[in-house]
């Protein structure tokens, strides 16, 4: 890189700092306080990031490279965006207002070029090294060989190496071979409440070491290394390495006149080293000294110009919290600000005139020459860099159902079919599994499919003609992705591969399996790739006190209500294998779909923006309904209900369930049905979507759209009045008992509120009162329930 070049990236980092820090001050100390709380923005945090990020976007990166940004770092990245005409004055004015930019770096709510959404530490982390996977796995198929290989970058801060979920990643990515990723760890050596322990590094180091990754330390800035070559020097260099954390921060904050002072007092009179010092004026001894490496744009840039391989690689850039401005090394300055007489001061300092402050080349000497710099610079030639893929047509998707069968294997047999099939929907499959492919079902798909690898690796009992149900082998043409007992992992591949079609224009059809109950292990992970509009299906499975041997601990109950409240994903739990095939072909379609945000005035739910899949499935085999001769079940189970048994006219009781104890409601039916045969039984195949298509509803009748209902309003709308529900469902009992308030029926609900334990099914289901006696019991005690409505002291169960 020549001088030229180097001079205009100290510019741009010089005009990123100023961005980033009066974006934040207007925030904080100019626009109007409505709520009389401060705005935040980590002022600090991104002054470390400034140098890296420079060097990063305006020297390293290449289009096909795809970046996650420290979440503190975002106002760097929406400066940068600014600079490139890529983000709006009106939007940067309303930094953390409405319709502003965001926080942190988000794809669906930003405008300008976010690659990863970032925000939850950690997480942005490890979606890189997963990314890094699914490009592999795209770049090995036929269908995916022109694919240009980026690489997946993030930029981490060091605190957050204390979470546990990049360490999974770490070992997930050596397992697979893991390429073109780096990580550029901003070591400021200070977190939210303090400085960072001493010796963590040299630690941390020795496990990217183990997990084959290089490590670079880019420890000394371009002024220090020649402070070094001077007489005495060295003295200075072994001064640097050997000074505590916390105290080159506090003599930092404290300025050149405590450096020197301090620096004297330690070194003595040593001639050489002393002339060194006194060679230099306060200001520039306090310039040498916070000169590391991650804070000069030169070292940076020539760093990241000497990687010539794919092997991923973790830089250790060193750097100063809050580099460049007054509150520069404080402990307190995670989340603090400069304030108002601090900015007015470092404004005169960085030669910002006033009314020029939102100019993004303020102060500028040499302002044609950085615009033609800036017009070549590679990252930004191409434009914005969202990709899309065409829409995979879906097959029709249909399974036996003339015997028992469970939701599990169902799901398994539909996918073998897939497998044997020659559709592009099928090629486009990548499934995954958190070491559990086997118990849910994933098997026969594996056995067809293969596994990924981008080196083919045999499968040794095949070799050695060992019966075996599982033909473990591994090939660039597989489709399945092994990972370990990590279910963090498996969302961020999830994830990843959800963003296939963005990211390289590749779409990808993933789906996951995993133990439902060990969904929440996976929570964050869940919600960061929902956030982020990934495209996938997650089933979980087995699920409920329903996989009654393995105990309390394998027993899911909170996951209905998972799905139900998690944005950005359609909730499903079906019963019988008709539905669920109803629901998958469905499923493929809705991954796919990004289209307008209007609803459907039919559901009111917005089903062409698209999103994701849950199914929770169970391993109970259910004898199955005989072949449907309408249609009502189909449209129905993709809505969210239909109705098994009609009500009649005179009704006074709806038994409504979801899921796996379907046959225990048709059984209470039929005991009760003698005695009241007008009874209703309504199969829920989703109280998610129901619920989604209710409030939206009401919303727009909020609006003025008197005529507007629902689906479950008009399922229950024509019930009488005096009609009970009795809902039941193997898991928390809330899921459905909002079924009562859409048209204020009285409702009884069934289900699992407490851990369970090992036993049959029967067992369990009588212990939980989800079984057809106790259903029955509640019917024939509603006369008890009317007079409770009268006298609240009547118990409804004695």
Same mark, same amino acid.
């Given at each position: 890189?020549?001088?030229?070049?180097?001079?205009?990236?100290?510019?741009?980092?010089?005009?990123?700092?100023?961005?980033?820090?009066?974006?934040?001050?207007?925030?904080?100390?100019?626009?109007?306080?409505?709520d009389g709380?401060?705005?935040?923005?980590?002022?600090?945090s991104?002054?470390?990031?400034?140098?890296?990020?420079t060097?990063?976007?305006f020297?390293?990166?290449?289009?096909?490279?795809r970046?996650?940004?420290?979440?503190?770092a975002?106002?760097?990245?929406?400066?940068?965006?600014?600079?490139?005409?890529?983000?709006?004055?009106?939007?940067?004015?309303?930094?953390?207002?409405?319709?502003?930019?965001?926080?942190?770096?988000?794809?669906?709510k930003?405008?300008?070029?976010?690659?990863f959404?970032?925000?939850?530490?950690?997480?942005?982390?490890?979606?890189?090294?997963?990314?890094?996977?699914?490009?592999?796995?795209?770049?090995a198929?036929?269908?995916?060989?022109?694919?240009?290989?980026?690489?997946?970058?993030?930029?981490?801060?060091?605190?957050e190496?204390?979470?546990?979920?990049?360490y999974?990643?770490l070992?997930?990515?050596?397992?697979?071979?893991?390429?073109?990723?780096?990580?550029?760890?901003?070591?400021?050596?200070q977190?939210?409440?303090?400085?960072?322990?001493?010796g963590?590094?040299?630690?941390?180091?020795?496990?990217?070491?183990?997990?084959?990754?290089d490590v670079?330390?880019?420890?000394?800035?371009a002024?220090?290394?020649?402070?070094?070559?001077?007489?005495?020097?060295?003295?200075l260099?072994?001064?640097?390495?050997?000074?505590?954390?916390?105290?080159?921060a @506090?003599?930092?904050?404290?300025?050149?006149?405590?450096w #020197? +002072? *301090?620096?004297?007092?330690? !070194?003595?009179?040593? /001639?050489?080293?002393?002339?060194?010092i006194?060679?230099?004026?306060?200001?520039?001894?306090?310039?040498?000294?916070?000169?590391?490496?991650?804070?000069?744009?030169?070292?940076m840039a020539?760093?990241?110009a000497?990687?010539?391989?794919?092997?991923?690689?973790?830089?250790?850039?060193y750097?100063?919290?809050g580099?460049?401005?007054?509150?520069?090394?404080?402990?307190?300055?995670?989340g603090?600000?400069?304030?108002?007489?601090?900015?007015a001061?470092?404004?005169?300092?960085?030669?910002?005139?006033?009314?020029?402050?939102?100019?993004?080349?303020?102060?500028?000497?040499?302002?044609?020459?950085?615009?033609?710099?800036? @017009?070549?610079?590679?990252?930004?030639?191409?434009?914005? #860099? +969202? *990709?899309m893929?065409?829409? !995979?047509?879906?097959p /029709?998707?249909?399974?036996?159902?003339t015997?028992?069968?469970?939701t599990?294997?169902?799901?398994?047999?539909?996918?073998?079919?897939l497998?044997?099939?020659?559709?592009?929907?099928?090629?486009?499959?990548?499934?995954t599994?958190?070491?559990?492919?086997?118990?849910?079902?994933?098997?026969?798909?594996?056995?067809?499919?293969?596994?990924?690898?981008?080196?083919?690796?045999?499968?040794?009992?095949i070799?050695?003609?060992?019966?075996?149900?599982?033909?473990?082998?591994?090939?660039?043409?597989g489709?399945?992705?092994?990972?370990?007992?990590?279910?963090m992992?498996?969302?961020?591949l999830?994830?990843a591969?959800?963003?296939?079609?963005?990211?390289?224009?590749?779409?990808?059809i993933?789906?996951?399996?995993?133990?439902?109950?060990?969904?929440?292990?996976?929570?964050?992970?869940?919600?960061?790739a929902?956030?982020?509009d990934?495209?996938?299906?997650?089933?979980?499975?087995?699920s409920?006190?329903?996989?009654?041997?393995?105990?309390?601990?394998?027993?899911?109950?909170?996951?209905?209500?998972?799905?139900?409240?998690?944005d950005?994903?359609?909730?499903f739990?079906?019963?019988?294998?008709d539905?669920?095939?109803?629901?998958?072909?469905?499923?493929?379609?809705?991954m796919?779909?990004?289209?307008?945000?209007?609803?459907?005035?039919?559901?009111?739910?917005?089903d062409?923006?698209?999103?994701?899949?849950?199914?929770?499935?169970?391993?109970?085999?259910?004898e199955?309904?005989?072949?449907?001769v309408?249609?009502?079940?189909?449209?129905?189970?993709?809505?969210?209900?239909?109705?098994?048994?009609?009500?009649?006219p005179?009704?006074?009781?709806?038994i409504?369930?979801?899921?796996?104890?379907?046959?225990?409601?048709?059984a209470?039916?039929?005991?009760?049905?003698?005695?009241?045969?007008?009874?209703?039984?309504?199969?829920?195949?989703?109280?998610?979507?129901?619920?989604?298509g209710?409030?939206?509803?009401q919303?727009?009748?909020?609006?003025?759209?008197?005529?507007?209902?629902?689906?479950?309003?008009?399922?229950?709308?024509?019930?009488p009045?005096?009609?009970?529900l009795?809902t039941?469902?193997?898991?928390?009992?809330?899921?459905?008992?909002?079924?009562?308030?859409?048209?204020?029926?009285r409702?009884?609900?069934?289900?699992?509120?407490?851990?369970?334990?090992?036993?049959?099914?029967?067992?369990?289901?009588?212990?939980?009162?989800?079984?057809?006696?106790?259903i029955?019991?509640?019917?024939n005690?509603?006369?008890?329930?009317?007079r409770?409505?009268l006298?609240?002291?009547?118990?409804?169960?004695?």
């Amino acid at each position: 890189m020549t001088r030229s070049q180097h001079q205009h990236l100290k510019t741009i980092e010089q005009r990123l700092l100023w961005l980033s820090h009066w974006m934040i001050h207007h925030a904080n100390h100019i626009r109007p306080k409505v709520d009389g709380i401060k705005t935040g923005g980590h002022q600090a945090s991104s002054a470390s990031m400034v140098s890296i990020m420079t060097a990063l976007y305006f020297s390293a990166l290449r289009p096909e490279d795809r970046v996650a940004v420290k979440p503190h770092a975002s106002p760097i990245f929406h400066a940068i965006q600014y600079l490139m005409g890529n983000q709006s004055r009106e939007k940067m004015e309303n930094f953390r207002g409405y319709g502003g930019v965001q926080s942190y770096p988000s794809r669906t709510k930003d405008i300008d070029d976010v690659d990863f959404s970032t925000g939850s530490v950690g997480l942005g982390v490890g979606i890189t090294a997963l990314a890094s996977i699914v490009q592999d796995f795209v770049k090995a198929k036929e269908w995916g060989a022109d694919l240009r290989l980026g690489r997946m970058i993030a930029l981490v801060g060091d605190a957050e190496l204390d979470e546990g979920n990049i360490y999974e990643t770490l070992q997930e990515g050596w397992k697979n071979e893991l390429r073109n990723t780096w990580w550029i760890i901003d070591y400021n050596r200070q977190s939210l409440d303090g400085i960072v322990r001493e010796g963590l590094f040299s630690r941390i180091e020795k496990i990217f070491d183990a997990f084959g990754w290089d490590v670079v330390r880019i420890k000394y800035g371009a002024l220090q290394r020649a402070a070094f070559e001077e007489p005495g020097g060295d003295k200075l260099r072994d001064w640097i390495d050997r000074c505590p954390n916390q105290e080159y921060a @506090a003599l930092t904050f404290m300025g050149g006149a405590v450096w #020197r +002072r *301090h620096l004297m007092d330690d !070194l003595g009179d040593q /001639g050489d080293v002393s002339s060194l010092i006194e060679r230099r004026s306060d200001a520039e001894l306090a310039a040498l000294m916070e000169n590391l490496g991650g804070n000069c744009v030169t070292t940076m840039a020539d760093i990241f110009a000497a990687i010539d391989h794919d092997r991923p690689t973790c830089f250790l850039a060193y750097t100063i919290k809050g580099w460049g401005t007054p509150i520069a090394g404080h402990k307190d300055n995670h989340g603090g600000l400069m304030t108002t007489k601090q900015f007015a001061e470092w404004q005169t300092h960085m030669g910002i005139a006033p009314g020029e402050e939102w100019e993004p080349l303020a102060g500028v000497a040499d302002k044609a020459g950085l615009r033609t710099f800036l @017009a070549e610079v590679p990252f930004f030639a191409s434009g914005p #860099r +969202r *990709h899309m893929d065409s829409r !995979l047509a879906v097959p /029709g998707i249909e399974v036996d159902s003339t015997r028992e069968i469970s939701t599990q294997a169902a799901f398994g047999k539909i996918l073998d079919d897939l497998a044997k099939g020659a559709s592009t929907l099928a090629e486009r499959i990548l499934t995954t599994s958190p070491d559990v492919t086997g118990t849910t079902s994933l098997g026969p798909w594996v056995n067809r499919r293969k596994l990924f690898a981008r080196d083919a690796r045999a499968d040794a009992f095949i070799e050695h003609r060992i019966p075996s149900t599982a033909k473990w082998e591994f090939t660039p043409r597989g489709q399945h992705v092994e990972l370990g007992i990590a279910e963090m992992n498996l969302f961020l591949l999830l994830g990843a591969a959800g963003l296939s079609h963005s990211l390289f224009g590749k779409r990808l059809i993933p789906i996951g399996t995993v133990y439902d109950p060990f969904v929440c292990r996976g929570l964050d992970a869940l919600n960061y790739a929902c956030y982020q509009d990934a495209r996938f299906m997650i089933v979980g499975t087995p699920s409920g006190v329903t996989l009654a041997p393995e105990g309390g601990a394998h027993q899911s109950i909170g996951t209905p209500l998972i799905g139900m409240s998690q944005d950005g994903i359609a909730a499903f739990e079906p019963a019988f294998a008709d539905e669920l095939a109803v629901i998958m072909e469905w499923a493929f379609h809705y991954m796919q779909r990004d289209g307008e945000n209007d609803p459907d005035e039919r559901t009111w739910l917005r089903d062409e923006t698209g999103g994701s899949v849950y199914l929770r499935l169970s391993t109970k085999p259910l004898e199955q309904p005989l072949k449907r001769v309408d249609d009502d079940y189909r449209q129905g189970a993709i809505d969210g209900a239909y109705w098994l048994r009609k009500p009649g006219p005179n009704c006074t009781v709806v038994i409504a369930y979801q899921g796996a104890v379907a046959d225990e409601a048709i059984a209470a039916a039929g005991m009760i049905g003698e005695t009241r045969r007008d009874i209703g039984v309504l199969a829920v195949t989703s109280a998610d979507r129901l619920n989604a298509g209710w409030t939206a509803a009401q919303r727009e009748r909020a609006r003025g759209n008197r005529n507007a209902r629902s689906h479950v309003e008009n399922l229950l709308l024509p019930l009488p009045g005096d009609c009970a529900l009795v809902t039941v469902i193997d898991g928390h009992p809330a899921t459905l008992a909002w079924l009562g308030a859409v048209a204020g029926h009285r409702t009884i609900p069934h289900g699992v509120e407490h851990f369970g334990q090992t036993g049959t099914i029967a067992d369990l289901y009588r212990h939980f009162r989800i079984d057809r006696n106790s259903i029955a019991a509640s019917v024939n005690e509603l006369t008890v329930g009317k007079r409770a409505r009268l006298d609240p002291l009547v118990p409804l169960y004695p």
